[in-house]
């Protein structure tokens, strides 16, 4: 039972463009939504992250939208880059929910995504 | 060190072998977790320290599996009796306070043939 699901394996996008990658979680109890980018033969590197309690967090070309009522967030990249080119995955967890006490993050399968020059 | 480290960065093993994944988190780091990432996947939550203890060892698939982190600082991904579909790639991760997200380190690939 996949608790945050990223329903689209890859996108490609032309350098310059928006990339729009998208996330679905089911589980209402998640309070914080982290978007990791990874390349191969490495490990996850953290880029950007939301709170439940907000609706957007920007940080330079990375967007984060949060839907709560549709239990959706999206993240956006503008412009997009060829170093951009990246498996990136949506992850969950229940900070706050759980008393601060524990940040055991719940993971979707990833979204490959390839940005053409 | 700037970063999380894990040794060794690959492992091949036969069925039936004990192994032992080593993580050292980045320095100052409390909180620290294990994640594992089979083909195709997500990363999938193994356990967490928070300090020397084991907060939340719920993802561990089961009782061959064991970590520990006995000085609040490395720590120490055990298998036992490996099978084959053990063969992953093993996360480890830490974090400082809330508000950032968890640090990690390249990874352990396991083999088991």
Redesign the interface.
């Known amino acids: 039972d996949q608790q ?1 699901k ?1 329903n689209s394996p890859s996108l490609s996008v032309q350098e310059g463009r928006i990339s729009i990658l998208n996330c679905d979680y089911t589980n209402s109890m998640f309070d914080y939504f ?1 978007w ?1 980018k990874k390349y191969p ?7 950007i ?1 939301i709170s439940s309690i907000k609706d957007k967090n920007e940080d330079g070309r990375f967007t984060v939208f949060l839907n709560k009522s549709a239990k959706h967030l999206s993240l956006h990249i503008v412009p997009s880059q060829p170093g951009d080119s990246a498996v990136y ?1 949506c ?1 969950a967890g229940t ?1 706050q929910n759980s008393g ?11 979204t490959l995504l390839t940005v053409n020059p | 060190g700037a970063g999380v480290s894990q040794t060794p960065s690959n492992k091949v093993t036969e069925k039936g072998k004990y192994v032992e994944l080593r993580c050292d988190p980045i320095s100052g780091h409390t909180a620290l977790y294990w994640y594992r990432q089979s083909l195709g996947q997500g990363p999938e939550f193994l356990i967490y320290f928070q300090g020397t203890g084991a907060a939340d060892d719920s993802g561990l698939p089961n009782d061959r599996f064991f970590a520990v982190r006995p000085e609040g600082s490395v720590s120490t991904l055990k298998i036992q009796r490996t099978e084959r579909g053990d063969s992953a790639v093993y996360l480890c991760a830490s974090s400082l306070t809330r508000a950032g997200g968890q640090f990690f380190g390249p990874g352990t690939r396991l083999t088991v043939l």
């Open positions: 945050v990223q982290l990791y033969a490495e490990g996850p590197t953290f880029l992250s995955f992850a900070f601060g006490s524990n940040y055991k993050l719940t993971f979707g399968k990833g």
